[in-house]
């Protein structure tokens, strides 16, 4: 009936024919919001099943493609891409070694002294702990009627590798061979880079097809280059004047703990958070007096703000805006997936997502089942245009 009122001088055969065109879309768009409601349900516990493939081969495609400008880079200086993709390859390698090198090395030491160091943190925290007992007895003097029981004792023991072949010869061997799959993926990703790219492009069927696809995908390389390059400027930054700061003030292994700061700022919101949990637990390790303890922590999260409100924003600016929500949304999933590695990806993960839909498309779920609609919309790119 609305079909008629749309079309009141067509005729009648037009009028049926329109009708059943327009079930027919209706069927298949529906079709497909079923399928794809099934494949996004299914899609977590597949990734989180194969972890051991999904998520080296993930990792290896968003640090191949943070590495592309520096490919590029090579290759526009007459660079073959094979000896380009080594080139950038190893400059990764060497500075990930680094990086763990500076934080698994004096981790090891540290593991190694906790048991001597457990009478210092008990005079460290024993004015915290008099002050919680002298608490908790003047509510125990209120509330008289509530009786103690006992006390229980619990004993913890230790066992830390005595040296670095120990800490090998006992950590899964997976992950060495997730990581040599990893930098197989990265050296061929990025040798057929350009061909890949340029075959992807001429493959289609239009020119305006081929433009979209060669925009999408510099799109998709800038946006998560951008990022990453950024970031990683900025969290090395503040790792590095974390660790100065810290080797002023007398705390055992700076060079550790500004690694340790890098690395966990690459988590949104808890990363920081969990720096300065660790920060306050070597601290306690480190000095004598309790106020002295909360220092490290105190310092990084000064440190921490000035980066977050005044540094990121004049860096980064408005090439990279993405929305708290969403970053709290794929931080949590992303983390409940693959751990503190899938929270490390989490927003470059976002960020390719999200540029890809911006360019393609974005599901339009609300006007399908709401209107006379199907289940996506134009891009903002092509909204602009």
Do not use: C
């Not at 592309?68 to 990764?92: C, H, M, Q, T």
């Not at 915290?128 to 209120?142: H, N, P, R, T, V």
């Not at 004792?153 to 090998?168: N, R």
């Not at 751990?339 to 999200?354: N, Q, S, T």
Request: negative net charge.
């Amino acid at each position: 009936m609305a079909e008629q009122q749309q079309y009141p001088d067509a005729p009648i055969e037009f009028q049926d024919s329109h009708t059943l065109e327009v079930k027919r879309v209706r069927l298949l768009a529906a079709i497909a919001l079923v399928l794809g409601a099934g494949f996004l349900f299914a899609l977590p516990f597949a990734l989180q099943a194969g972890e051991e493939f999904f998520l080296p081969v993930t990792a290896a495609m968003v640090i191949a493609i943070a590495l592309v400008p520096v490919l590029e880079w090579f290759e526009r200086r007459g660079v073959p891409s094979a000896l380009a993709a080594i080139i950038a390859l190893i400059l990764f390698i060497a500075f990930a070694t680094f990086v763990i090198a500076s934080i698994v090395l004096p981790a090891i030491d540290y593991f190694a002294l906790i048991p001597e160091r457990i009478d210092r943190i008990r005079e460290t925290v024993l004015p915290i702990m008099q002050y919680y007992a002298e608490l908790e007895a003047f509510i125990e003097g209120i509330f008289d009627d509530i009786a103690v029981s006992g006390e229980r004792q619990a004993s913890v023991t230790l066992t830390t590798p005595d040296s670095l072949l120990d800490l090998f010869a006992t950590s899964a061997p997976i992950a060495l061979i997730q990581m040599f799959f990893a930098m197989l993926v990265i050296f061929f990703f990025l040798s057929r880079w350009t061909r890949m790219r340029e075959r992807t492009i001429t493959s289609r069927g239009s020119f305006e097809g081929a433009l979209t696809t060669a925009r999408v995908i510099q799109q998709v390389v800038d946006a998560t280059s951008t990022y990453i390059g950024t970031i990683t400027f900025i969290n090395v930054t503040l790792g590095t004047v974390t660790a100065l700061i810290l080797w002023l003030i007398g705390m055992d292994s700076p060079i550790m703990w500004g690694g340790i700061v890098a690395v966990t700022n690459f988590i949104p919101y808890l990363g920081p958070i969990f720096a300065a949990i660790l920060l306050a637990i070597g601290g306690l390790m480190s000095f004598v007096d309790v106020w002295a303890a909360m220092l490290p922590p105190l310092i990084f999260i000064v440190l921490h703000n000035l980066e977050a409100n005044v540094l990121t924003p004049m860096i980064v600016g408005k090439r990279v805006s993405l929305s708290p929500l969403l970053i709290l949304i794929s931080l949590s999933f992303w983390a409940w997936i693959w751990g503190f590695l899938g929270a490390l990806l989490a927003v470059p993960l976002l960020i390719i997502i999200k540029t890809v839909f911006a360019a393609a498309g974005t599901p339009d779920i609300a006007g399908f089942l709401f209107e006379h609609g199907t289940l996506t919309h134009v891009g903002e790119e092509d909204e602009k245009d």
